[in-house]
């Protein structure tokens, strides 16, 4: 990918519509390696944008543009005589947000849109614009006349997955060979649709049915999850979410609804010494807390001192006193102290991330698939470090947010034929809704396609 960057112009410079946002966001998304979401959300916090309509097209032009990108990249490679791979990306960045707009978003007059591309262009690549034009508009005329030939699912269903459902071809060709070519389709096709805004409800400080009835008051319109007890999916944006009294007050999370159905799997009780081992930011551990009614102690681990700040503040958002941080690499040797001392452990294990590609569609275009190794021998080592501590009759639950059998199944499977001091727990005690996510092989699997919640995996062992 070219990596030349457009002449720096700060946000304040530059025109602040919705489409120019969306390019900048998109170029530092790709500059920086940041995910949309935190970019997103400070640059609706800084208020750049006034009116929610104007704030809801920005957040869909980063995703939409991030979850599209194969697809429009294909369509731009058809049209463009040059060397796609080295195009300025803020270029590419201005003709994916505006060829997204005409595919994908309705009521956008296309004059609109090609002249403001032209407009940005002009500004930050001078020189361009008659490029950006003429590629543009080539590709609404022939897409008005249904001119694209994309490749048939029946006789190329990687290529056809891959083109018209924006996947990686080398992810689309691992998903065909683990789940046959239908249900690859069908997992790329729920990527790439929005996914529910699900919020955990803080049982520390209110009830459910309470909680609803606030966000209703707020305006909200609310549905209870139908898989975790604790949730609720709001029909609305998380912009609007996040500054409403019920969010300041900490009575709920943002929160997907399969993960939070994790912590229910750990099954902590109050006044039990449990450990979590890849804390991040407290997301998990929180609801640890909740379900244990802030009694006990969690020792919450993590690499990055930053995020055990952020779950400080969280836990004393959510008025959480039971939890302790330490920063520490949990795939090293502990020290004897930590032997055997923890009746539950969680290991929310660093992953790929791929059961996440709604929330997260950046991730699909940065992973590399020979990263893939890097990420089952870091969680095999943590795994590995975790045995020890655990006392015997402890429960370890093993969880990621990936879709791939090196990173779940087969993990657990070489764990397990390394340690048979501990087994698969087949009846762990917990509620129905989660229940039915655990396969006859015992392990807790969701996916965006099935259940409409993020794609999840757990192994609940117990140790012997
Ligand atoms: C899947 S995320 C955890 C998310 C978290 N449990 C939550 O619910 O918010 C994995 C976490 O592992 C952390 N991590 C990565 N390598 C680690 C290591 N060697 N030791 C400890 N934590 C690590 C990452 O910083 C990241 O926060």
Same mark, same amino acid.
């Given at each position: 990918?070219?990596?030349?960057?457009?002449?720096?112009? !700060?946000?304040?410079?530059?025109?602040?519509?919705? @489409?120019?946002?969306?390019?900048?966001?998109?170029?530092?998304?790709?500059? *920086?390696?940041?995910?949309?979401?935190?970019?997103?959300?400070?640059?609706?916090?800084?208020?750049?944008?006034?009116?929610?309509? /104007?704030?809801?097209?920005?957040?869909?032009?980063?995703?939409?543009?991030?979850?599209?990108?194969?697809?429009?990249?294909?369509?731009?490679?058809?049209?463009?005589?040059?060397?796609?791979?080295?195009?300025?990306?803020?270029?590419?960045?201005?003709?994916?947000?505006a060829l997204y707009q005409f595919l994908f978003l309705e009521r956008i007059p296309v004059f609109a849109l090609v002249n403001?591309?032209?407009?940005?262009?002009?500004?930050?690549?001078?020189?361009?614009?008659?490029?950006? =034009? $003429?590629?543009?508009?080539?590709?609404?005329?022939?897409?008005?006349? =249904?001119?694209?030939?994309?490749?048939?699912?029946?006789?190329? +269903?990687?290529?056809?997955?891959?083109?018209?459902?924006?996947?990686?071809?080398?992810?689309? @060709?691992?998903?065909?060979?683990?789940?046959? +070519?239908?249900?690859?389709? #069908?997992?790329?096709?729920?990527? =790439?649709?929005?996914?529910?805004?699900?919020?955990?409800?803080? *049982?520390?400080?209110?009830?459910? +049915?309470?909680?609803?009835?606030?966000?209703?008051?707020?305006?909200?319109?609310?549905t209870e999850s139908p898989f975790s007890p604790d949730g609720l999916l709001i029909t609305?944006?998380?912009?609007?979410? @996040?500054?409403?009294?019920? !969010?300041?007050?900490?009575?709920?999370?943002?929160?997907?609804?399969? #993960?939070?159905?994790?912590?229910?799997?750990?099954?902590?009780?109050?006044?039990?010494?449990?450990?979590?081992?890849?804390?991040?930011?407290?997301?998990? *551990?929180?609801?640890?807390?909740?379900?244990?009614?802030?009694?006990?102690?969690?020792?919450?681990?993590?690499?990055?001192?930053?995020?055990?700040?952020?779950?400080?503040?969280? #836990?004393?958002?959510?008025?959480? #006193?039971?939890?302790?941080?330490?920063?520490?690499?949990?795939?090293?040797?502990?020290?004897?102290?930590?032997?055997?001392?923890?009746?539950?452990?969680?290991?929310?294990?660093?992953?790929?991330?791929?059961?996440?590609?709604?929330?997260?569609?950046?991730?699909?275009?940065?992973?590399?698939?020979?990263?893939?190794?890097?990420?089952?021998?870091?969680?095999?080592?943590?795994?590995?470090?975790?045995?020890?501590?655990?006392?015997?009759?402890?429960?370890?639950?093993?969880?990621?947010?990936?879709?791939?059998?090196?990173?779940?199944?087969?993990?657990?499977?070489?764990?397990?034929?390394?340690? /048979?001091?501990?087994?698969?727990?087949?009846?762990?005690?917990?509620?129905? +809704? $989660?229940? *039915?996510?655990?396969?006859?092989?015992?392990?807790?699997?969701?996916?965006?396609?099935?259940?409409?919640?993020?794609?999840?995996?757990?192994?609940?062992?117990?140790?012997?």
């Amino acid at each position: 990918m070219a990596t030349s960057s457009p002449p720096t112009r !700060s946000l304040a410079e530059m025109k602040p519509s919705p @489409r120019s946002l969306a390019v900048d966001l998109l170029d530092r998304i790709d500059r *920086t390696g940041a995910f949309a979401e935190p970019l997103l959300d400070a640059c609706l916090g800084g208020h750049v944008l006034r009116s929610a309509p /104007d704030r809801h097209l920005l957040t869909s032009l980063v995703y939409g543009a991030l979850r599209m990108r194969g697809h429009l990249d294909w369509i731009i490679q058809q049209l463009y005589k040059g060397n796609f791979a080295s195009m300025q990306d803020g270029i590419k960045n201005i003709l994916r947000t505006a060829l997204y707009q005409f595919l994908f978003l309705e009521r956008i007059p296309v004059f609109a849109l090609v002249n403001e591309a032209v407009e940005l262009t002009k500004q930050r690549y001078p020189g361009r614009e008659n490029l950006v =034009n $003429a590629l543009l508009r080539n590709a609404v005329r022939r897409a008005e006349n =249904n001119d694209f030939s994309y490749p048939d699912f029946r006789k190329d +269903p990687e290529g056809h997955i891959a083109i018209l459902h924006s996947h990686p071809p080398w992810l689309v @060709r691992r998903w065909i060979k683990i789940y046959g +070519p239908e249900r690859a389709l #069908s997992l790329c096709r729920a990527n =790439n649709q929005v996914p529910p805004v699900a919020v955990r409800v803080n *049982t520390l400080k209110t009830t459910r +049915p309470t909680l609803k009835g606030l966000l209703e008051e707020e305006g909200f319109s609310v549905t209870e999850s139908p898989f975790s007890p604790d949730g609720l999916l709001i029909t609305g944006s998380s912009d609007a979410l @996040r500054s409403s009294a019920a !969010s300041r007050q900490g009575l709920f999370i943002l929160q997907d609804e399969a #993960s939070q159905l994790i912590a229910r799997l750990a099954a902590p009780e109050g006044g039990e010494e449990i450990l979590d081992l890849c804390c991040g930011t407290g997301v998990k *551990t929180t609801h640890l807390a909740a379900r244990m009614k802030n009694t006990g102690r969690i020792l919450a681990v993590d690499l990055y001192p930053a995020k055990l700040e952020a779950l400080d503040r969280l #836990s004393a958002k959510m008025g959480i #006193s039971i939890v302790n941080t330490l920063q520490a690499d949990a795939s090293k040797e502990w020290g004897e102290a930590f032997r055997e001392k923890f009746d539950r452990i969680l290991v929310d294990a660093p992953c790929s991330g791929l059961g996440t590609l709604r929330r997260n569609p950046e991730i699909k275009w940065r992973l590399m698939p020979q990263e893939l190794p890097s990420y089952s021998r870091l969680q095999g080592h943590i795994m590995e470090r975790a045995t020890a501590l655990l006392h015997r009759g402890g429960r370890l639950v093993y969880s990621t947010c990936t879709m791939l059998p090196e990173e779940n199944e087969l993990l657990i499977g070489k764990f397990l034929s390394r340690h /048979d001091e501990f087994s698969i727990n087949r009846s762990p005690g917990i509620s129905v +809704p $989660a229940s *039915t996510r655990i396969g006859e092989d015992g392990f807790f699997r969701t996916a965006p396609d099935t259940s409409g919640m993020d794609g999840f995996f757990a192994a609940i062992l117990v140790k012997h």
